[in-house]
């Protein structure tokens, strides 16, 4: 049942964002609104896109094979 409500204060929160013009407002709401809804959050994709990221075997081979033509 909280969920619900954390899903009403989210919309909530946007809308009286719009009717003061409050971009920030907004965008909290909205985050709010996934996290109630269960989703990852923006932060949570920003935290992931600044680690590192493996590579991957054939990125590695077509490295190597680019090499191997110098």
Do not use: C, I, Y
């Amino acid at each position: 049942m909280s969920s619900a409500r954390d899903k009403a204060q989210a919309f909530t929160k946007q809308l009286v964002g719009q009717m003061v013009g409050d971009e920030l407002l907004v965008q909290e709401g909205k985050e709010q609104e996934r996290e109630a809804a269960g989703e990852p959050s923006k932060a949570h994709h920003e935290e992931r896109n600044r680690r590192p990221q493996p590579r991957r075997a054939a990125n590695r081979k077509d490295a190597a094979s680019r090499k191997d033509k110098d």
